[in-house]
């Protein structure tokens, strides 16, 4: 119904645009800028929502539909680096990068979309209800913009989140718990030639804890991973400190204390077995989420992709995004495959068809918002 009332080629000249941009996470200042001419352009009504280390972006549009409750719009304006000197090509209906820096799609195609979409209600005059749209910020550094968010600015109970890869189609109706901890290992320095049996060498009380706690995938919903090793200061002497990072992501809360519970004693009992001190701080990024099957929002969401003419497919992920905010804070929360593939990675692309089709997707869905009873 909607599909000839987007423009093809404003679309994808938005996204390009867009991806032309430097906006690594904490220095969105310049897409921001950019964002919120469009969307002044389109009716919207901006405000700059200012947090210690950056922003978030947040717009507002009237609607005539009184009775239709109101809906949040979602994306994130950073992106994964690197992304400085961006070089893409558009090849056979695909935009992708050149192999040097990531592309961007992530998430700036759902910009795009979203700009789009508002653009078209605001040039047809499209009834729908009041639309709420939060472009965060340092999203790819642990959510930063989604938690810093003050949803005392919002009235929606049901945000559409536009910020997983793959074709268009995908409901991501379940996330992980995402869990970060450093271990601080103290053992002693000492002369590493002359009289090493004084030291305590704590790299080598790290290496025995990396290869003693679980790692990889632990079960279909449970991952575990150290992802950093930070230590020592030369070759002659005996490294007294070691700093591990790592992380812990689980679907079940259950699953995560125990999993973690046991990478904690396993590296307590090591570092005492060698008399070492150990120190461990951890943080909940965020919380895990799962959206009934039965539930209407979800359910309208599915017929809007068969009016589409898409079929819906429900997934899981391993990995967090604003709808684990979202829904942690009380709004439902669906986060929806906008096309873009092999995203952070250096041979990230997209494809234009999907870039229209997710368009299509949210333009059918804030039309249509407030048709069936949630």
Known sequence: MFAHYINRKRLSDTFL???????????????GEMLAKKLEHAGCRVEIQEYDRSFNLLAFRKGARQEAPPLL????????????????????????TTGNT????????ALAQIVEAVTVLHERDIPHGD???AFTSAEEKGLFGARNLDLGHFRSRHALVLDSSG??????????SHLTYEMQITGRSAHAGIEPEKGINAIRIAARIVSGVPDGRLDEETTANIGSIRGGTATNVVPKEVLLSGELRSHTAETLEKTKRSIYETAHRIAAEHRARLRIEENIEYQAFRIKEDTPFLHFLQGV??????????????GGSDANIFNQRGITAIN???GMQKVHSTEEYISLKDLFNGCLVL????ADFGDTPL
């Open 17 to 31: 645009e867009l991806i032309s941009i430097n906006s690594p996470s904490f220095n969105e200042q310049e897409i």
């Open 131 to 133: 639309i709420e749209i």
């Open 73 to 96: 719009l979602n994306a994130h304006m950073d992106t994964i680096e690197p992304t400085e000197g961006i070089s893409f090509v558009v090849d056979d209906e695909l935009v992708r």
């Open 167 to 176: 074709s268009v189609g995908r409901l991501i109706i379940a996330a992980p």
């Open 102 to 109: 990531v592309l961007g799609a992530d998430d700036k195609s």
């Open 336 to 338: 929806l495959s906008n």
């Open 363 to 366: 333009l059918t869905a804030v």
């Open 305 to 318: 992709f068969r009016k589409c003419g898409i079929e819906p497919v429900l997934a899981a992920t391993g």
